[in-house]
């Protein structure tokens, strides 16, 4: 018992325990308590909705010994040897398998003759996978099919089936189970099955299975089994931030994160695109939206910066990759190709790529006609008094620089003042002590510490940059705060080898766009988005004054730098995307064109 699956082992085994479908439930109890059964259903609907569940359940109460009010006992020999896939009543085929026209000839053949129980059962699963021939042989049988037979076809497209069939059949629809049915399942099963989980647990699992019970409770398993770890769970939003970015090297390090935690690249691929999709319909219909509230805030101020075209294409791109990869030797290439393509208008050209390039300049536009004129002055470190290193000068050209802008818009806006750590006294008293550290700091990063770290930890320390410093404390800005917690989990090693490596202890704060990240090193609850204040804050376009200037300062930094001060950026150390890809993929090989 304790092996087997979760989904399995909850399984409904009764039409009053399938959740969410309530009128399809109605329909079957109804027909069956009245006599009145069909002799072929079509049942639709997403995977993992609990169409085979009510397959079988149909199946056991049409040959159930004690059938009441249309519900099966559960109790008797009939009912238990189908629960047991042992019934010689009930035949399950899957087209995606058995999709020949033998397959069907066999199965027409056989329909006519007698069965032990007063009705013979055939669920045809993924039914939509039938060649035309078969298709055609099954007709004939729903046209005139044997009095004591039944037909159960399952699909997860009916719209790939042909009219004909479709005609034959009472269809019944299966729908995604709204989120709060779900969460109160989800919650119910991992009390039921002893699993000592929290909440953020639960939440991840629910955000991975998408609506679907079946999913979602694989997904709860996967949890369990690593004691309700939820730090491996792939960071969808990175890859929302990626985007935003128009950064290559960002978006193709987070999926070789998500690969090096074990997670297969097709499976990774599906969690993008549901999670694209929740963005997408975060703007359009957000009650569709299956995940807890406060991650539905973070997800909804990511769309208002994309916007739906370029979400819609990042879905169609993705999509496609998905096809494809199904016959690729090493799908995980397709799936980079595809990211870098989003992430990189000039690799893409298309006409989609272009409405996504005007998206997001409107987008720009939008930002910089809400923002306050600009201080004349560089800004500087608080602590220091210096301007602050890093930004701009290390990137490449091309790159936009909206990384701070796109900083999530959520994390606490109103309360920044208050949070701004007090300058140490010993710091503010030597600049320029401070001022020669912070050269050879950035220095002894670029140069020797980076190559030290193993490469996980280079690529998460990759995202992020050392923007300045508060006496022995130095500011390592990260793109987000859940990114600043995952470095955060590193951090005793590289400050250990910063602090070898400069000979001096150095300690490590995360920044977002210059403000401290929450404490790391006390997460209230690990791969949780940052808190929100329940009100989606999409853009910084809202007409508050407070948080427009504290969101838009951020770019400023690295734009209007006194170029004088970056002596830490020798050209040599600008990380361009390949150098990142190669951060990526340790022990790879840069071979040039020459
Ligand atoms: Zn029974």
Redesign the pocket.
């Known amino acids: 018992m304790a092996t087997q699956a979760l989904y399995r082992r909850y399984r409904p085994r009764r039409f009053d325990e399938l959740k969410g479908q309530d009128h399809v439930v109605k329909a079957l109890r109804d027909s069956v308590a009245s006599g009145r059964e069909g002799q072929a259903y079509l049942f639709s609907g997403p995977r993992g909705t609990g169409k085979t569940s009510a397959a079988r359940i149909l199946a056991?109460v049409l040959n159930?010994?004690?059938e009441h009010d249309g519900e099966?006992?559960?109790?008797?020999e009939?009912?238990l040897a189908v629960e047991r896939g042992t019934s010689y009543d009930v035949h399950e085929l899957d087209a995606a398998s058995n999709n020949g026209v033998d397959a069907i000839r066999d199965l027409v053949e056989k329909a006519s003759l007698g069965t032990p129980g007063r009705h013979k059962v055939y669920i045809l699963d993924e039914v939509h996978m039938l060649s035309r021939a078969a298709e055609a042989a099954l007709l004939k049988t729903l046209e005139e099919p044997p009095p004591h037979v039944v037909f159960v076809l399952a699909t997860t497209d009916p719209q790939k089936m042909s009219d004909t069939i479709r005609s034959r059949t009472q269809h019944l629809q299966f729908h995604l189970l709204p989120g709060d049915t779900l969460a109160a399942h989800v919650k119910w099963v991992a009390d039921d099955a002893g699993l000592d989980l929290s909440q953020a647990a639960l939440d991840a699992a629910l955000l991975q299975g998408g609506g679907s019970a079946r999913d979602t409770l694989s997904a709860l398993e996967l949890l369990a089994s690593t004691g309700g770890d939820v730090s491996d769970v792939t960071d969808l939003d990175e890859f929302l931030a990626a985007l935003i970015d128009q950064d290559a090297g960002r978006i193709l390090t987070a999926m070789g994160h998500a690969v090096s935690m074990g997670h297969d690249p097709r499976t990774i691929t599906e969690d993008i695109v549901r999670h694209l999709r929740n963005a997408f319909l975060s703007l359009m219909a957000p009650e569709l939206v299956v995940m807890p509230p406060d991650q539905l805030d973070t997800v909804a101020a990511r769309a208002q910066q994309l916007g739906p075209a370029t979400l819609v294409r990042a879905i169609e791109r993705l999509g496609s990759a998905l096809v494809d990869m199904r016959h690729a030797p090493d799908p995980r290439i397709l799936v980079e190709v595809a990211l870098v393509q989003l992430t990189d208008d000039s690799t893409a050209g298309d006409a989609a790529a272009l409405l996504g390039r005007i998206d997001r300049l409107e987008q720009r536009v939008k930002e910089l006609a809400d923002a306050p004129v600009r201080p004349a002055a560089a800004p500087t470190d608080p602590a220091t008094g210096r301007a602050l290193l890093g930004g701009a000068a290390r990137r490449p050209a091309s790159e936009p620089t909206s990384a701070a802008a796109a900083a999530p818009p959520t994390a606490e806006p109103a309360a920044q003042p208050a949070e701004v750590p007090e300058p140490a006294p010993a710091a503010a008293a030597q600049p320029a002590a401070a001022a020669v550290a912070a050269v050879s700091v950035a220095d002894a990063w670029e140069q020797t510490v980076k190559g030290q770290l193993k490469p996980l930890v280079r690529a998460l320390y990759s995202a992020g940059s050392f923007v300045g410093n508060d006496g022995d404390t130095w500011h390592f800005d990260v793109p987000n705060e859940p990114h600043g917690k995952k470095c955060a989990e590193h951090r005793p090693a590289v400050e250990a080898a910063l602090s070898d490596a400069v000979g001096a202890a150095v300690t490590i704060e995360f920044v977002v766009g210059g403000k401290p990240t929450g404490r790391a090193d006390a997460p209230a609850a690990p791969g949780t988005p940052p808190p929100s204040d329940g009100v989606p804050t999409p853009t910084n376009a809202a007409g508050d004054a407070a948080p427009v200037a504290a969101t838009a300062a951020a770019p400023e930094a690295d734009e209007d730098i006194d170029l004088g001060e970056l002596t830490d950026a020798p050209p040599e150390s600008v990380q361009t995307p390949i150098d990142r890809l190669a951060e990526a993929f340790p022990g790879s090989e840069l071979i040039s064109d020459d």
Do not use: H, L, V
């Open positions: 056991k159930c010994d004690n099966p006992c559960c109790e008797c009939s009912c």
